[in-house]
């Protein structure tokens, strides 16, 4: 067997407020019957005023560190249950500045020490870029122990008077821990799929705020600093763009679709799902959903899809697991593993 990255702990946190449908609906010119016709959504969670994406990322971590050494300390894994992880990979588009990066001041709140850490930025693809990029760390040796997080606060770029933006987007963090370990083990992270195309850019996009507006006099134009996404053609290349990325791993490493036990995709939509699920030929059984009660939650997407299977007795240890995403970028990837016996402890907010 190879050295190979194992997943070994998992974490999510979430905002203590919800926003429900209704509330929505006696702001904007929407209802929850529009909300959930066109989303899947019921609720989301949203920041309170001070909170930033680091919080919510420091409180997931920290679960998943300790549901890491849970489980290390009631199975021999072959590695101490204290080892330090030695590595943080954050996945965000909306740190708590534009610079630093955010990951350092998550590890150093933490208590993990002068670790390298930084940020990934691929919007909803970004924890399985960050996961691919620990991972990839971790197999040639750099790093012995990585906590991986997808943490972002969407709430704080969305115009407040744009209906669909706010119906769709919430505010969270998920992480996950990895370790060395060999291929052949439950949690081991059997292969990757990656890809983007650069010319979608401005399909799902901040317009203000980067290097472009700020090289131009003046402030930037009305609007530009907050999030905007073309939804239609976003729709279209999200589904085509998951299904052939998930195919593609799928010949990979050997599954068919039949043989996957649980999908957990990015979770923008209720639509989206269902249509990469006919693209694979899924059952609705083999598809993990949790956007009616976080909404999309960019990068904590998948991570926070995860602990609720888990949570849910949905996700059994044994069970071959597909992770796909799509995000700006355009950008896209699939992960895949089987699931391992994990401590987990009480399920997130």
């Known amino acids: 067997m190879s050295r190979a990255a194992v997943l070994c702990g998992l974490g999510g946190s979430l ?24 989303t899947g959504i019921g609720q989301r969670h949203v920041v309170a005023p001070g909170q930033s994406t680091s919080d919510l990322a420091v409180a997931a971590g920290a679960q998943a560190l300790a549901s ?18 030695d590595l943080v990979v954050l996945a965000t588009s909306t740190p708590d500045r534009p610079c630093p990066a955010t990951a350092p001041d998550v590890a150093h709140r933490l208590g993990l020490g002068p670790v390298p850490s930084f940020d990934v930025s691929a919007v909803c693809t ?11 760390m971790i197999t040639a040796g750099i790093a012995g122990r990585a906590l991986v997080i997808g943490a972002d606060t969407f709430s704080t770029i969305l115009d407040p008077a744009d209906r669909t933006t706010r119906a769709i987007f919430g505010d969270g963090a998920g992480a996950v821990v990895l370790r060395a370990g060999d291929s052949g083990e439950p ?28 090289s131009v006099p003046g402030p930037a134009a009305e609007g530009e600093e907050f999030f905007t996404m073309d939804g239609r053609p976003v729709f279209t290349r999200a ?7 998930s195919q593609s791993l799928l010949e990979r490493v050997g599954w068919s679709a039949a043989e996957v036990d649980k999908v957990v995709a990015h979770q923008a939509n209720i639509r989206i799902l ?6 694979l030929g899924l059952e609705e059984k083999q598809i993990v959903a949790n956007l009616d009660r976080v909404g999309n939650t960019v990068a904590a997407s998948i991570p926070l899809a995860l602990r609720d299977a888990v949570a849910g007795g949905e996700l059994q240890p044994g069970h071959r697991v597909l992770l796909t995403g799509f995000g700006g970028g355009l950008t896209w990837g699939s992960a895949a593993l089987v699931w391992p016996e994990l401590e987990t402890g009480r399920p997130h907010r």
Do not use: K
Request: net charge negative.
């Open 15 to 38: 905002p203590e407020r919800i926003v429900s449908n209704e509330e929505l609906a006696e702001q904007l010119d929407t209802s929850d019957r529009w909300i959930r016709t066109r």
């Open 187 to 214: 949690g081991a992270l059997l292969g990757f799929d990656l890809g983007s195309d650069g010319s979608g850019a401005d399909l799902i996009t901040v317009r203000a705020g980067g290097s472009r507006q700020r």
């Open 68 to 85: 890491a050494r849970a489980t290390a300390g009631r199975a021999d894994h072959g590695v101490d249950p204290v080892d330090p992880v």
């Open 126 to 136: 970004g924890f399985v870029y960050a996961l691919a990029t620990a991972a990839s």
């Open 239 to 245: 589904v085509l763009d998951m299904s052939r990325s």
């Open 274 to 279: 269902n249509a990469v699920g006919e693209q």
